[in-house]
């Protein structure tokens, strides 16, 4: 059965500082990978996604992520964090239009 | 394109009592997906929709039901409620051969 597992529940990072975000999944074939972000009492949204290819994928609002089939990993990444970045955000492996989740990670960002 | 929308975006039921709540999907989406987040759960799968057809089932009791119409929005209905069934029910469309799905603001499901 798939599975994710994002280790972090809570991370906090000082504006202006990079970020990381920690995934590993488990899945018998090819995984469709995305990320996801929810701020608080809202849906979620598409930050991007991995279905095939090249193993860095960019994303929007200044996002990255990279598939390592290695490490069964696709780590979230960001340069240089801002305030609004700070929500939830939850990694998810794709068995079809099923979509397994992570328990998600909080992050907080100081100023 | 307008997004997915939900309606209600929020209920009040009593144990017991039955809820129906709607989706309308981004226009040109056929599938439509039900996911349940709870804080001890998570995000959970309940079900998908395509082309009015069920294609996948989560792990769910038989009082989560849903259905889809011809112009693809979904409704899913939750009888006999319970306690527990306090969630944030999302909804999510796709086109349903791509693999990504839009999810909408969901409807905030309280049960006393």
């Known amino acids: 059965a798939q599975s994710v597992t994002q280790p972090d529940i809570h991370i906090t990072v000082s504006e202006g500082a990079s970020l990381e975000l920690r995934c590993n999944y488990s899945?018998?074939?090819?995984?469709?990978l995305f990320w996801y972000v929810q701020s608080p009492g809202q849906g979620l949204q598409l930050l991007l996604k991995?279905?095939?290819?090249?193993?860095l994928v960019q994303g929007i609002k200044g996002f990255e992520a990279e598939f390592k089939r290695s490490q069964s990993s696709f780590n979230l990444r960001k340069p240089s964090v801002h305030w609004s970045d700070a929500a939830e955000y939850f990694c998810a492996v794709g068995n079809g239009n099923k979509l397994v989740f992570g328990a998600g990670t909080i992050l907080r960002v100081k100023s | 394109k307008a997004g997915v929308t939900q309606t209600p975006r929020y209920l009040i039921k009593t144990r017991g009592q039955q809820v129906t709540l709607s989706c309308s999907p981004i226009s040109g989406h056929r599938s439509v997906s039900w996911y349940q987040q709870t804080p001890g759960q998570g995000l959970q799968f309940l079900f998908e929709?395509?082309?009015?057809?069920?294609?996948n089932k989560g792990n769910f009791p038989g009082r989560f039901s849903g259905r889809q119409f011809s112009n693809s929005r979904s409704e899913m209905n939750v009888s006999t409620l319970e306690l527990g069934d306090s969630a944030l029910y999302l909804c999510?469309?796709?086109?349903?051969?791509?693999?990504?799905?839009?999810f909408g603001p969901g409807t905030r499901l309280t049960v006393t």
């Open positions: 899945y018998g074939a090819t995984p469709y």
């Open positions: 999510a469309s796709s086109s349903g051969t791509v693999y990504e799905q839009y």
């Open positions: 991995y279905f095939s290819g090249d193993t």
């Open positions: 929709y395509f082309s009015e057809t069920q294609r």
